[in-house]
């Protein structure tokens, strides 16, 4: 059985590129053994897993789909084989709308596949959480700025992670008692190959200046609260939303 540096264990959800990479990435040399989970990009997170090798660090790439309930507890099963117990869990895995869409124009199709991924998902991993975390482990969920931004033609993207916040807050209630802490956070724009694809540079630029620092956030620097939120020094932040986005709003 593998053994972390500091002990501990993470699974990482939707983490073979983007935000979730960059989170495996900084837990990995933050001393974790982490479980890189993807949905359907075996090549990217086996490099993922071979970056964290390369430099010291234990990884294991696991694919399930938390959207489905069986694959998600699978998820935990292969990471505890591969590790014991679990630490830390990052709901990252997620879509976004494929660009802006009137909840009035948002057909069955779309609206399904948006609650299954960024709300069924976390769900299923959070449910299973609640009994096969460890004592005094820490959960970090991910919503979204848009919410806060409330942009016409993101109602369903928004709604969707909406759900998550409310999840954290009742989560981290309901965890008393196992000293289990429970967090979100919500990006705002952020320069990653979702978001930026298919994306006229205009926009892209219109959106980087819109925030006071502007510019677009990198994939590090969620990683980088990510790291604070679940390291010794975020053990009082538990059941909040911490919007990550640069003072866009």
Not at 173 to 195: D, H, N, Q, W, Y
Not at 227 to 234: H, N, Q, R
Request: hydrophobic letters at 50%; one cysteine or more; charged letters at 20%.
């Amino acid at each position: 059985m593998a053994e972390a540096a500091n002990g501990k264990a993470a699974i990482v959800t939707g983490a073979s590129r983007g935000i979730g990479r960059a989170i495996a990435l900084r837990l990995a040399r933050d001393g974790f053994a982490v479980a890189v989970n993807y949905a359907s990009r075996a090549p990217d997170a086996e490099a993922v897993v071979a970056e964290i090798a390369a430099a010291g660090g234990r990884a294991v790439a696991i694919q399930a789909d938390v959207a489905q309930a069986s694959e998600a507890a699978r998820l935990f099963d292969e990471a505890q084989a591969a590790f014991g117990e679990i630490d830390v869990l990052i709901n990252n895995a997620g879509v976004i709308q494929p660009g802006a869409t009137m909840l009035a124009d948002t057909d069955d199709a779309l609206y399904e596949r948006i609650f299954s991924i960024n709300t069924r998902g976390t769900f299923h991993m959070l449910r299973l959480a609640a009994t096969r975390l460890r004592q005094g482990g820490r959960i970090v969920n991910f919503s979204t700025s848009a919410i806060g931004l409330a942009m016409p033609g993101y109602a369903v993207y928004a709604g969707a992670k909406a759900a998550i916040e409310t999840f954290t807050n009742i989560f981290a209630k309901e965890m008393r008692g196992r000293r289990i802490s429970v967090m979100c956070v919500a990006p705002g724009p952020t320069a990653t190959e979702l978001f930026l694809d298919g994306k006229p540079a205009e926009l892209v630029e219109r959106l980087a200046k819109a925030a006071p620092l502007e510019r677009l956030g990198t994939p590090e620097d969620i990683a980088n609260t990510v790291a604070f939120l679940v390291g010794p020094e975020g053990e009082w932040v538990n059941g909040q939303t911490l919007r990550v986005n640069g003072g866009i709003v």
